[in-house]
C-alpha cells in the first residue's frame, strides 16, 4: 500500500506562521505513522507563487517579483527541518516542472472541451484569491465584504471558463459512493449541500495582471492562481507522464487543507480532475483554525504567532504534542501559553517523562543497567501487556482515522495504567524481599514504556529518537506488526538525562 499526503501549498506574500505550521506537522504525524506501518509513504509540500496576492507584496516591497517569492520561499523550506518534519519533495510553482504541468493539464482540459472563452464580471477577494457571487457577501458601512472577512472588487474582464456546472451530478454521484472522501463528517455534508445547491462554471484565467503561468497560445491570459496551484499535487509526482513510477504509486493523494480552502479542494480539484480523466483525491481532510488566547489571528491584531519563537520557547516536541493532543483535528483551536504547560506537564512531564525516568534510573543503579527476559509473567504482567494490545489497536484505529487526538489520548490513559503498575508492584520494596520479581517488573514496565515510545513517535519524534538512546535502540528496528512481539531477550541500558522539563506556569 502506498500513502501519498500533502500539505496546501502556502503562500509567499508573507512569512510563515502558526497555522502553516500546523498543517505541515499535521502531514508529518500521518507520514511518520504510515511509514511504521509499512506503507510507502510520499509527503509533499511547497509554496503557491503565483496570483495578484504575491504580485501585490512584491510591488508593496519594491522588489522584482520573482527576487522576491525566491527569498519568501525560502522561509517555508527552512522552516520544515525546524518543525521537525520530513518530507519527500518540497514544490515551487515557480518551477519549470510545474509550469509545464500545469499547461498540459489546461490543454487537456482544453482537449476535452471543458474550456470556452466569456467574460467575467462579479466580486474577487485578492486576499482569498476567490471569486464570489453577490448572496454570499455582507455589507458593511457600505462595503461589500467576503465570508472570510476580506474586502472584494469589482473584476470586469475577459476570461477563459471551465465547465463546472456540467460536473455537479458526477461530482454528488462521487461523493454519494466516497461517502468516507471528505472528513470530518460535518465538512462533507457541507461540500455535498454546497454543491446540490448548483454549480456555476468558474473563471479560470485572468488579463489585469501578468504574475501568472500562461495561459497555452494565449498571450494576454495567465492562469487563476488556484487552478495553477492546485495542479501542484500532479507535478510533484511528474504529471503528464502519468506512467513513472510516482504517478503509477502515489496517486491519488490524500489532501490536508485548512477548512478555508476546502470547497477549492473537494468542489473545484474533483472536476477539474476528472474533466482531464485523473481520479479525483482519495481523501481531504480539513482541519479548524487557532485562534490566539481567544482572539482570531491577524496581522492588524498583531497577535501573529510565530512557529519559531514558541519552539524556542517550549520546545519543538513540547509544541507538537500540544497541538495535536490538545485539541481534536478537525476542530478549532485555542492557542494559550497556560494551556500548553498544563498539557505539556500532565502529559509529557508526569507521566511519560517521570515513568522512563525512575524506571530507567532504577535499572542503572539497582540492575547493572540490564533488564532480562522472565521465564514467566504473573497475571498482573498478563494484564498490563493484554491491555496493551487493546490500546495499541484503538490507537492505531483512530490514526487511520485522523483522530490525533483520540489516539494520544489512549496512549496517555494507558501509561496512568502503567504508572499505577509501578506504584503497586514497588519495585524499590522488592529490592530487599524479591529481587527476581523487582528484576522482573522492571523489564515489563522498561518494554511497555518503549512500545509506548514507538506510537508517540509520530507526533514527538526526536524526544523519542532520545529516548530510544537510552536502550541502545533505534525507531528503524521498529514497525507496528512487530509491536507486540517486542519482547527482547536483554537490554543494556544508559544513564537517562531529564526529558521533558516541567514548564513553569
Ligand atoms: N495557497 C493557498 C493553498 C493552495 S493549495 C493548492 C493557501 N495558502 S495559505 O498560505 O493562505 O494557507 C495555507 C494553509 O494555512 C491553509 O490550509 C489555511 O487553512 C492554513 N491556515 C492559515 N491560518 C490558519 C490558522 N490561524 N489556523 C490554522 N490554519 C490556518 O490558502
Known amino acids: 500500500m502506498t500513502f501519498y499526503v500533502t500539505t496546501p501549498i502556502y503562500y509567499v506574500n508573507d512569512v510563515p506562521h502558526i497555522g502553516h ?6 502531514c508529518d504525524i500521518f507520514s511518520r505513522f504510515y511509514k511504521l506501518k509499512g506503507e510507502d509513504t510520499f509527503f509533499l509540500t511547497g509554496t503557491d507563487e503565483h496570483g495578484q496576492k504575491v504580485e501585490k507584496a512584491s510591488n508593496l516591497k519594491n522588489k522584482d517579483t520573482q527576487v522576491f517569492v525566491d527569498e519568501m520561499s525560502k522561509n517555508f523550506r ?10 519527500d519533495d518540497f514544490i515551487r510553482t515557480t518551477e519549470n516542472r510545474h509550469k509545464k504541468a500545469a499547461q498540459y493539464l489546461w490543454n487537456k482540459l482544453k482537449d476535452n472541451n471543458q474550456i470556452y472563452l466569456s467574460n467575467y464580471e462579479g466580486w474577487y477577494s485578492i486576499r482569498d484569491e476567490a471569486f464570489y457571487s ?3 457577501l455582507e455589507k458593511v458601512n457600505d462595503k461589500f465584504i467576503a465570508p472570510s472577512g476580506s474586502p472584494v472588487e469589482w473584476v470586469k474582464e475577459e ?31 457541507e461540500v455535498l449541500s454546497f454543491i446540490k445547491s448548483g454549480l ?7 488579463t489585469t495582471f501578468k504574475w501568472g503561468i500562461k495561459v497555452p497560445g494565449e498571450d494576454n491570459h495567465v492562469m487563476y492562481v488556484w487552478i495553477d496551484a492546485l ?5 510533484a509526482i511528474n504529471y503528464p507522464d502519468t506512467d513513472n513510477h510516482y504517478f503509477k504509486n502515489y496517486w491519488p493523494a490524500i489532501h490536508v487543507v485548512g477548512k478555508d480552502i476546502l470547497r477549492f479542494h473537494a468542489v473545484y480539484w474533483p472536476a477539474f480532475l476528472m474533466a482531464a480523466d485523473i481520479q479525483p483525491p482519495k481523501k481531504i481532510f480539513a482541519h479548524g483554525w487557532w485562534t490566539n488566547e481567544g482572539q482570531k489571528i491577524s496581522k492588524s491584531l498583531g497577535n501573529i504567532i510565530n512557529p519559531y519563537d514558541i519552539i524556542d520557547q517550549y520546545g519543538l516536541d513540547q509544541i507538537r504534542f500540544f497541538l495535536f493532543r490538545e485539541v481534536p483535528f478537525g476542530n478549532d483551536g485555542d492557542f494559550s501559553k497556560d494551556a500548553i504547560a498544563l498539557r505539556v506537564n500532565a502529559d509529557l512531564s508526569n507521566n511519560f517523562g517521570n515513568l522512563i525516568q525512575r524506571i530507567s534510573s532504577f535499572v542503572v543503579n539497582n540492575s547493572d543497567s540490564i533488564i532480562s527476559k522472565p521465564n514467566t509473567f504473573d497475571k498482573n504482567d498478563e494484564k498490563l501487556l493484554k491491555l496493551f494490545k487493546e490500546s495499541f489497536e484503538s490507537y492505531f484505529d483512530h490514526m487511520k482515522s485522523f483522530q490525533i487526538d483520540r489516539a494520544l489520548k489512549n496512549i496517555f490513559a494507558y501509561l496512568s495504567e502503567v504508572n499505577a503498575y509501578v506504584d503497586t508492584q514497588a519495585p524499590w520494596s522488592l529490592k530487599k524481599t524479591n529481587p527476581e520479581r523487582m528484576r522482573d517488573v522492571l523489564y515489563i514496565v522498561t518494554i511497555i514504556t518503549i512500545r509506548c515510545s514507538i506510537l508517540l513517535y509520530p507526533v514527538i519524534p526526536s524526544s523519542i529518537n532520545n529516548i530510544l538512546k537510552i536502550y541502545n535502540l533505534s525507531i528503524k528496528d521498529f514497525n507496528f506488526e512487530n509491536i507486540n512481539n517486542f519482547f527482547p531477550k536483554t537490554l543494556n541500558l544508559n544513564k537517562p538525562s531529564p526529558i521533558f522539563p516541567r514548564i513553569e506556569l
Not at 21 to 26: D, K, L, P, V
Open 21 to 26: 505550521a500546523y498543517t505541515t506537522i499535521a
Open 78 to 87: 527552512d522552516l520544515i527541518p525546524f518543525l521537525g518534519c520530513e518530507i
Open 134 to 136: 453577490e448572496n454570499e
Open 159 to 189: 476570461s477563459f471558463f471551465f465547465k463546472l456546472s456540467s460536473w455537479q451530478d458526477k461530482l454528488i454521484e462521487f461523493y454519494e459512493e466516497n461517502q468516507d472522501s471528505i472528513l470530518p463528517k460535518s465538512r462533507y455534508n
Open 200 to 206: 456555476k462554471d468558474l473563471s479560470i484565467s485572468r
Open 231 to 235: 495542479c501542484n499535487y500532479l507535478t
